[in-house]
């Protein structure tokens, strides 16, 4: 008998007894931790409207570009959201996603938050990006989330997932701080590597300034 088969004896030997630290899944299942960041879930006021308003603030902070979303305007007729807009298509390429939960920290009214789930396997990659119909909140059904936005205490302006009166993103102080935009610098236009039209922008700028644009 090699010396490596007595080795690997004594670790069989050693662990002989003790609790496994597997899981027979799918039959059993580990518990998720508290902070656990699954599949997401678009969701619904009580009054079944939409929470939602197509800001694409969400699409605007993922860092993997996972979320595709066109807008619609709300009518009186056809009102989804309580906002002017509401999405029409909302998509997550959950090939792509990192589950990092930025879009959840983005949204301005709570619609859009991480859930518990993590059965995502298909044979298909486009049967991974998710669609609005398997996203949304069935109607009836209104939840805000049981995922943690906010790790530490909140301002208080940003202290409930929706944080504005009439659950709009209205572009005030408060709205701005509860989604996370409180304080960024006005990012300055990047120039051109090329030389020549980095000298046309500058021009170009010069005459808007002068008004003559
Ligand atoms: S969890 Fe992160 S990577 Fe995934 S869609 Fe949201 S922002 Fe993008
Ligand atoms: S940030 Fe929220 S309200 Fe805005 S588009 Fe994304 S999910 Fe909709």
């Known amino acids: 008998m090699s010396f490596d088969i007595i080795k690997g004896m004594r670790t069989t030997l050693k662990n002989i007894g003790k609790k496994p630290t597997t899981v027979s899944y799918p039959e059993e299942e580990r518990a998720l931790p508290a902070r656990f960041r699954g599949r997401h879930v678009l969701h619904r006021y009580e009054n079944e409207l939409e929470r939602c308003v197509g800001c694409y603030l969400c699409a605007g902070a993922c860092p993997a570009d996972a979320i595709y979303i066109e807008a619609e305007e709300n009518t009186e007729e056809n009102r ?23 879009c959840e920290a983005a949204c301005p009214t709570g619609a859009i938050t991480l859930e518990r789930q993590y059965k995502l396997a298909s044979f298909y990659p486009e049967d991974m990006v998710y669609h609005k119909e398997q996203l949304l909140e069935p109607k009836g059904e209104a939840t805000i989330g049981s995922s943690a936005v906010w790790f530490d ?14 659950h709009l993103f209205d572009g005030s102080e408060a709205s701005a701080a509860a989604v996370g ?33």
């Open 181 to 213: 935009l409180g304080n960024i610098p006005r990012q300055e236009p990047v120039l051109l590597v090329d030389e020549e039209q980095d000298e046309d922008r500058r021009k170009l700028g010069q005459k808007k300034e002068e008004g003559k644009a």
């Open 80 to 102: 989804v959201s309580p906002g002017e807009r509401y999405a029409k298509v909302f998509d997550v390429n959950l090939l792509r996603c990192i589950f990092c939960g930025y």
């Open 153 to 166: 205490p909140p301002p208080p302006e940003a202290a409930q997932p929706v944080p504005q009166e009439n």
